[in-house]
Every structure is written in structure tokens, then in C-alpha cells.
């Protein structure tokens, strides 16, 4: 099976701007969560999506949103971009019911903010 | 906010040692993961232990859950130079819907 596709994998953008992240996941997986990786604050989980409705969130600004579409796709968008969103985009799917099973991750979309 | 601290935060050793990492977290549990991440790319699933597990092994890996002490420890036996990379642990709520990960531990293993 194909594994965890994102895309782009690399963007730049300036302050201001929006962003749109792509991510495929596995075929048959489900659920797909996203985390934002940053040097300082580590890994942190911003939401989970199963068949087309977000069932959990993190703790980020609605400027960080996103949506699963009926083929499990899911994008992840962040609006009005600001510096400190410059981070490691991963998105990560499992199979269906729960976060319960090991979570499949990735490569990242590495998105610079300027 | 992470749920789990690693200690410690980075960790170097020759080809051949032994590699312990240790986790602790916070709150009760559903099950706690370990996952390596080689240099900024996708993180990789390691193994799982469910909170009613003590010990699990798989390959080189052997993973100890104390859930009255909320800690977990991951050995690394016979590290290899492909062993370097960071490792995480992480932890599901009982709730089952969300996946929090620790800091992580920088493994450098020197060939």
C-alpha cells in the first residue's frame, strides 16, 4: 500500500497570507490527524478528522482549521499566516473507530513563514 | 501543552550500548506509543503498550509501562549507527480520540 502522502512539501509564504496543506492517507485508514512540529514547542496535536467530521481539536486559533472529504482526504488551512507558523505541517492516519491503533505519519509539509 | 516529558533530552552512545529513554506523563491513559523521527521528516511507529501491559517486546525494542508511576521506559538493545534519530513517546486519552506526544530524546549512536 501507498503510505502517507502530503503535499507540498515545502512553502513559502509571507505574514498575511493563507495556506492550504494536502494530505492522503493511507488507503482504507479513516482518520487522519494533523500536528504542527515546531523546535519550541515540540509536537502538538491541532485535529482529527474521521469520516468527514472533526471529532477532536487542539488548542490553536480558529485561524487553523480544516476538512476531510468522503474519500478521507483532508486539508488543513491556516489563514492570515503570522510568523510563529512557521513550523513542520505532519498529518498522520489509522485505521477507523478510534485513535487506538498506531498512527501512520507523513513526510510533513515544512512551511516558512516571512 | 505535552503530556508526556522525556528524560533524557538527548542521549550518545557507541555502536553495540544499550539505549534507555523514559517517559513520564500526567494524566490516566488508553494505551502509550513510541514513535522515531530521523531528521525532521515523518514519524515512524515503534510499538504500543496498552495500560493493562507491563512489558512488550519487538526486535531490539523493549518498552516498560508503570501506569501508578505514569512513566514508561523504551530500551534499545545493540544501538546501531541507523539507530540515531528522536524518539517519541506518546499517549491516548482514555477518551480514545487524541494522540499527545512528548518532547522526545535525541539518540546519537557513534559507529
Known amino acids: 500500500k501507498a503510505g502517507v502522502t502530503q503535499t507540498p512539501r515545502y512553502l513559502i509564504k509571507t505574514r498575511g497570507q493563507q495556506v492550504t496543506l494536502s494530505c492522503s492517507p493511507i488507503s482504507g485508514h479513516r482518520s487522519v490527524s494533523w500536528y504542527q512540529q515546531t523546535p519550541g514547542q515540540g509536537l502538538q496535536f491541532l485535529f482529527e478528522?474521521?469520516?468527514?467530521?472533526?471529532?477532536n481539536k487542539g488548542n490553536f486559533p480558529g485561524r487553523f482549521s480544516g476538512r476531510q472529504f468522503s474519500n478521507s482526504r483532508s486539508e488543513m488551512n491556516v489563514s492570515t499566516l503570522e510568523l510563529g507558523d512557521s513550523a513542520l505541517y505532519l498529518c498522520?492516519?489509522?485505521?477507523?473507530?478510534?485513535?487506538?491503533?498506531?498512527?501512520?505519519f507523513g513526510p510533513g509539509t515544512r512551511l516558512t513563514v516571512t | 501543552s505535552q503530556q508526556g516529558e522525556e528524560d533524557p533530552q538527548a542521549l550518545s552512545i557507541q555502536e553495540g550500548e544499550n539505549a534507555t529513554m523514559n517517559c513520564s506523563y500526567k494524566?490516566?491513559?488508553?494505551?502509550l506509543q513510541w514513535y522515531r523521527q530521523n531528521s525532521g521528516r515523518g514519524l515512524v511507529h515503534l510499538i504500543l503498550i496498552r495500560s493493562n501491559e507491563r512489558e512488550k517486546h519487538s526486535g531490539r525494542l523493549r518498552v516498560t509501562l508503570d501506569t501508578s508511576k505514569k512513566s514508561s521506559s523504551l530500551l534499545i538493545t545493540a544501538s546501531r549507527a541507523a539507530d540515531t534519530a528522536s524518539y517519541f513517546c506518546?499517549?491516548?486519552?482514555?477518551?480514545?480520540?487524541?494522540?499527545?506526544f512528548g518532547g522526545g530524546t535525541r539518540l546519537m549512536v557513534k559507529p
Open positions: 494524566t490516566s491513559i488508553n494505551n
Open positions: 498522520a492516519s489509522s485505521l477507523g473507530g478510534q485513535v487506538t491503533y498506531e498512527q501512520y
Open positions: 478528522y474521521f469520516s468527514e467530521t472533526q471529532r
Open positions: 506518546a499517549t491516548l486519552n482514555n477518551a480514545g480520540n487524541m494522540l499527545t
